[in-house]
């Protein structure tokens, strides 16, 4: 059984989004592999904090080829649009849980790969944002 102060400090860190900012952190010290870690996060955090403050892009895991791959994976015969079940099961997949529920295209159940990646990047910038 929990004690108040693991209580207080599983509220603190749920409030603060402190588990996803260092899950983020970490992701992107796997993938980058930078020869000086303690300065690689110094810097995605200063990123982190200057995304917030302004709205500029912030450091990111997912770039356009990684979007266009994951798009290809949702559409192999090259359709050029996925069904909005697909868009959002992708997005959720990536992170996101603010998702556009009317995205372009929803009407007709056909998401082009520019809607996609549109939404993607927005979705993935909002998140990171969040975490300061």
Known sequence: MATQREKDAADYLHKHKITELLDNL??????HRPENPREFLVEQLKQL??????????PNLFNNANLNAIF?????IGQKYITFAQYKQAL?????????ECP????EDRI????????????????SATYI
Do not use: H, Y
């Open 26 to 31: 970490t992701s992107m010290l796997f993938f």
């Open 72 to 76: 290809g994976i949702l559409d192999p």
């Open 49 to 58: 904090k200057l995304s917030q403050q302004s709205g500029v892009k912030g």
């Open 92 to 100: 959720t997949t990536l992170g996101i849980k603010d998702i556009n």
């Open 112 to 127: 082009s790969q520019e809607t996609f990646k549109t939404e993607a990047i927005q979705g993935l910038q909002r998140c």
């Open 104 to 107: 372009e295209g929803v009407n």
